[in-house]
């Protein structure tokens, strides 16, 4: 009975199942960046293109990174780890339909992701930006005047990026030509060897660097400060209990402005001096007390919907669970950082090729606990795909974290601060194109440093014994002292013939042995990523939580500012009306807000 057709349909089924998960994490993932966007984006000035935008390239981003599992799993389920053989249905012909299938995917990602930031995302920031409020209520912006406007910066932004590449493409590679001079034929030939792959692997390689920069600053520190956010997430005063103290304060600060007026009622000189200094303080601070008051209220549900309070109580409910959930946090990141600094220092020391191939591993010389794990999850998939995911996830939400701590930055100059509920639709597409870099090296961290092992082989391992004839692969079933798994630095013919490296690993290994200079520059950058997370790590557990009352009303402050002015573009249209001298026309006629404490020529009281 032939059997042959049996075997190729559960090759079939096992690389289909593989397929389908990786479709089912996408589809969280867009939960993931929906719930992302909306969490952390301004409610006062919102952006439809903008949201659009930002949900649509974390949903890539995170796309992308998450086809590393499903790269591993596929070239792993085409070998048994068991007998060290590749299965039966794995032919050559099926092997190089999968990888075709995994490079059209990460080519397809890839090139999505580059047109979303080089493209889309700067021209929805500069869509964003030239919107002006004053101009659309005059009737003097149109819709084809701003549309032509963003694509003219976008489009000099394409320009500029283009020049930089070229410039970094060719000097470099110019310089290392032997020759006395250069000609048109030397360029040719740089753009069409190998089909271009040494153009691709510099982008990529670039792009790669760029993200570690990034990468060692902002996941380094969040690394070390979203579990330890986790364990002092819990408030030094409850919002019941701020709310009844800051009521008190209120009733006491009014209580004294009642004072202060009945002493100078019947005053025919008006208020003293020393209680009109002592009013206006009163009054400040009043407004003050209001507002901690409001948001003390909105920390407890009121005023908001059913499934906002729902949401509240579930927080204080759970709250104990956050605790032990930041301890097992901070666990897994001391143990992340033990196990990227066991590799860092073994390529270092045992690299085959060390600055000349960007510090290669031949294979793993000292006990490295995260690789392991993977290594044995992986023989029951998806715990390794759910394992992956969890960190992946993790060093982004870090990331998140790292940026949001340190601030969108230039040099030392704080451009963009990213809050919860507070980050401006620029801040937002700025960190989204950070994010879509530092992906890029998170890629490079796991494959290189978190899981070398399982990154490049999976769970392939190959038989050392003898083939009962040359064509036949060899056998241990009985001989499972002979089985060893794959390594990069295997030159036995029959490793060769069996171990499929990964479709990621081999572009990683591709770009370090073109570009050595971007090998070097990641591999050293993963020191100064330790050294980082060691530091924070360490001050975040000295510094103690304080409750910070002066935080908070400035972000109650904050709230009220971006009510009255909604956006950026509106101090624009203040200053438009300074220059032109007329005001804009308001519903209601004034734009006084609500009154506070007393009002009147002398001072008398308003009604509370």
Known sequence: MDTTPMVARAGLLQTSLIWVAYAVAVALVFFVAVITIFTWQTPYDRSKLVTTVAIVSLTSLLATVFLLPVDIALVSSTASASRGTKKDWATPERIDGILTTLKIVYYSLYSFDALLCLVVIPFAYFWYEEHDEVLEEEGRESWSTRFAQALKYTIAFIFLVIILFLVGFFVPAAAQDHGR?????????????????????????????????????????????????????????????????????????????????????????????????????????????????????EARGEGQSTIIRIWTKTQAVFRPLKLVGGILLLFLSVILWISMLITAIDKAANSVCKSHCGYILGHINVFQPVNWVFVKAAKAFPVDYILMAF??????????????????????????????????????????????????????????????????????????????????????????????????????????????????????????????????????????????????????????????????????????????????????????????????????????????????????????
């Not at 579990?227 to 005063?237: D, E, M």
């Not at 998140?400 to 701590?405: D, E, F, L, V, Y």
């Not at 909604?566 to 807000?593: E, H, Y």
Request: charged share 20%; glycine share 8%; hydrophobic share 45%.
């Open 391 to 608: 960190l992946i996830l993790f060093l982004f939400s870090s990331s998140i974290t790292g940026i949001a701590a340190v601030g969108i930055r230039f040099l030392w100059v704080r451009i963009f601060q990213l809050k919860k509920g507070r980050t401006a639709p620029q801040a937002l597409l700025i960190a989204t194109v950070m994010q879509a870099l530092i992906i890029l090296a998170i890629n490079y961290a796991v494959v290189n440093l978190l899981a070398p092992q399982y990154a490049m082989y999976g769970t392939q391992t190959f038989c050392q014994g003898f083939a009962r004839f040359p064509s036949a692969q060899p056998d241990c079933t009985n001989h499972r002292d002979m089985i060893r798994p794959c390594s990069e630095s295997l030159t036995d013919p029959l490793a060769k013939d069996v171990c499929t490296p990964t479709v990621m690993s081999t572009f990683l290994n591709r770009i370090v042995l073109n570009w050595p200079v971007f090998g070097a520059i990641d591999f050293w950058a993963q020191f100064a990523f330790l050294t980082v997370f060691l530091l924070v790590f360490i001050t975040s557990l000295v510094r103690t939580p304080r409750l910070n009352l002066g935080e908070i009303d400035e972000e109650a402050q904050a709230d009220e500012e971006e009510g009255l002015l909604a956006s950026t573009s509106r101090r624009f249209g203040a200053t438009w009306q300074d220059i032109t001298g007329r005001a804009r026309r308001t519903v209601g006629g004034s734009s006084g807000g609500q009154g506070y404490g007393t009002s009147g020529t002398n001072g008398t009281a308003s009604s509370h």
């Open 181 to 297: 001079h250069l000609d048109l034929d030397y360029f040719r030939r740089l753009l069409t060897n190998n089909k271009g792959e040494k153009a691709l692997s510099f982008g990529l390689g670039l792009l790669v660097t760029l993200g570690t920069l990034l990468y060692v600053l902002y996941t380094g520190a969040g690394l070390a400060l979203l579990p330890v956010s986790f364990i002092k997430s819990a408030p030094s005063i409850s919002a019941p209990q701020l709310s009844a103290t800051t009521a008190s304060e209120l009733e006491h600060n009014r209580e004294l402005q009642r004072q202060i007026e009945m002493r100078n009622a019947g005053r025919i000189e008006g208020m003293s001096q020393k209680d009109r200094r002592e009013l206006d303080l009163l009054l400040r601070e009043e407004r003050t007390l209001v507002r901690r008051q409001r948001l003390a209220a």
